[in-house]
């Protein structure tokens, strides 16, 4: 299923979609997890009901952790956390950041080629197209995979693009 054919509805209107790259490795600071819920909390403010997850690394496991909790804390509004994969059998390699029972909905946007790290990064590409609000953990490091995709994102006018590297480094 493409990014596009997965867009989720709610009484007949589409749900604004949210979602989140950074760096595998990544120091979780209180200043990072702070700046990231409000951030988070933003994305709700603009209708943001639907959060997509890689699940590869510290940061997507940061905001996986934080819109668990919202989704606990603000049950009416009915959030959802969707992990992303672009070819099916990714879904069988050990992982530490994905366990299936953790998800509400588990997606395939499957690329015509295949490489692991060819297809993550078309993978995040789909997501940052079916998405309205892309939050970024990603320092300028060229040889970067987040860093790749934060660019990409970037060129994408429709949307609000926030990279919370350097916001307080």
């Known amino acids: 299923m493409s990014a596009r054919e997965s867009r989720h509805f709610f009484n ?3 749900e604004k979609i949210c979602s989140f790259f950074g760096h595998r490795e990544v120091e979780i600071t209180e200043e990072l997890r702070t700046i990231t819920t409000a951030e988070i909390e933003k994305s709700l403010e603009l209708g943001c009901r639907v959060f997509y997850f890689g699940g ?10 934080i819109v668990s909790k919202l989704k606990t804390d603000k049950i009416e509004l009915g959030i959802k956390r969707v992990y992303c994969v672009s070819q099916e059998r990714y879904l069988w390699k050990k992982c530490r950041y994905f366990q299936r ?10 690329p015509s080629f295949s490489g692991w790290y060819k297809s993550i990064y078309f993978r995040n590409c789909a997501m940052i197209d079916a998405s309205d609000v892309v939050i970024f953990y990603a320092e300028q490091r060229q040889s970067s995979g987040a860093y790749k995709t934060y660019l990409y994102a970037k060129k994408k006018k429709d949307k609000k693009i926030v ?4 916001m307080f480094n």
Do not use: V
């Open 163 to 166: 990279n919370l590297f350097g």
């Open 56 to 65: 590869y690394g510290d940061f997507d496991d940061l905001c996986y952790q």
């Open 12 to 14: 007949g209107m589409q």
């Open 101 to 110: 029972e953790d998800y509400d909905e588990i997606i395939y946007l499957s």
